[in-house]
Structures are given as structure tokens and as C-alpha cells.
């Protein structure tokens, strides 16, 4: 921190389980989804006076996934990430781990539409929160 001793480096962080008071749209870490994204600031110790950083992917960081990340609003991970991946993103080998469904268990004849479609229920009957955890954990591991 060089010379001057004033200031100190503090990070701030929102918590995995959203509290009560949490904006109904909050930033989420964009690479896993996680709400534990730190940002650093600087405190002048003279005058407890916070110095707010200009964001910068060097000062997030993820908690979840430990690495320097962005953030982006829930919203915007779920429509333009997370739901794109379920339409278009997995096969129905996927879907049928995810959801625990057989597709045995349906009709062929439809096609597997009815499997299909009663994939999709399963899924808009999730919270977002799901719905990211179900995306991370299934595309961390295609990694």
C-alpha cells in the first residue's frame, strides 16, 4: 500500500442465501451465478471515509468459483444465459439426468414431445435460484 498508511483494503460481500431487504433483481456473479461477490474499497483509516473502487473485473471476485468475474443482474444471467441454455443447449440425454424423468416412460409415437414437454413444467416450476444452480452445476461439469 506504499506510504500511505491511511487507507486500508476491505472487501464486501452479499451472501449465497438472499436476506431479507435483498433487491428483488440482485447481481450475481456471471460466470456461476453465485451472490458471493466480493468487491474490494478502500477505507481511509483517518476518516472511515469509503472510497468506492471503479468497478473492474480485477476488483470482483467470486467467492463460489474463486475467480475475478463480473457481475450481472439476475434477470439478464436467466434470459440471456440460463434459459437459452435449457431451450437450445441440451439434448434429451441431458434432460432426462437433470430431471430424473425416462424418456422410456413416454409415448414414441409423439415424437418425444410429451417427455419434452414435461421437461419444460418441471423446469418453469423452478425458482431462478434453481434454475442457476441446475446450469452451473451442469455446465461446470463439461468443463
Known sequence: MGNNDSE???QNSIP???MKGMP???WRC???????VSYLTWVDSNTDQIIPAVPDREDLWCNECSEHTWQVRESELISDTVEPWWEHGTTAEDRAIITGLNPENFS?????KAFHD???????GKTNDEKIR???QATRSEE
Do not use: F, V, Y
Open 16 to 18: 449465497e442465501k438472499p
Open 118 to 124: 414435461t421437461c419444460n413444467m418441471w423446469w418453469r
Open 108 to 112: 414414441s409415437k409423439n415424437d418425444c
Open 134 to 136: 441446475i446450469w452451473h
Open 30 to 36: 456471471e460466470e456461476c451465478g453465485s451472490l458471493e
Open 24 to 26: 428483488a433483481d440482485p
Open 8 to 10: 486500508l483494503l476491505q
